[in-house]
Nanobody, 115 residues
Framework: QVQVVESGGGLAQAGGSLRLSCAASGIISTINTMGWHRQAPGKQRELVARISRGGATNYAESIKGRFTISRDNAKNTVYLQMNSLIPEDSAVYYC?????????WGQGTQVTVSS
């Protein structure tokens, strides 16, 4: 069956780094865009970054210059390198995988940044 599994979340201090990974398996169709969204308590889920199959990227303004998204098409895996973390980055981070036919979500991984 289809699985979208995130890993790498946890606790970091302000100014620190974390690297999130998301592996998709069981998806028969070609995976187009892969991305990361986040949702903080009491807030709407928002796009953090996304990357096309060809490597084109989009970033939210709030994380530009601090986060980098990358992917390994052979492994159906997307990464999010998060540097210079601030407390406002604390949220549940969700991986998103788009094919031509469906939109898949992971279960989310918690990122907490302490000041």
């Amino acid at each position: 069956q289809v699985q979208v599994v995130e890993s790498g979340g946890g606790l970091a201090q302000a100014g620190g780094s974390l690297r999130l990974s998301c592996a998709a398996s069981g998806i028969i169709s070609t995976i187009n865009t892969m991305g990361w969204h986040r949702q903080a308590p009491g807030k709407q889920r928002e796009l953090v970054a996304r990357i096309s199959r060809g490597g084109a990227t989009n970033y939210a303004e709030s994380i530009k210059g601090r986060f980098t998204i990358s992917r390994d098409n052979a492994k159906n895996t997307v990464y999010l390198q998060m540097n210079s973390l601030i407390p406002e980055d604390s949220a549940v981070y969700y991986c998103n995988v788009l094919t031509m036919y469906k939109n898949y979500w992971g279960q989310g991984t918690q990122v907490t940044v302490s000041s």
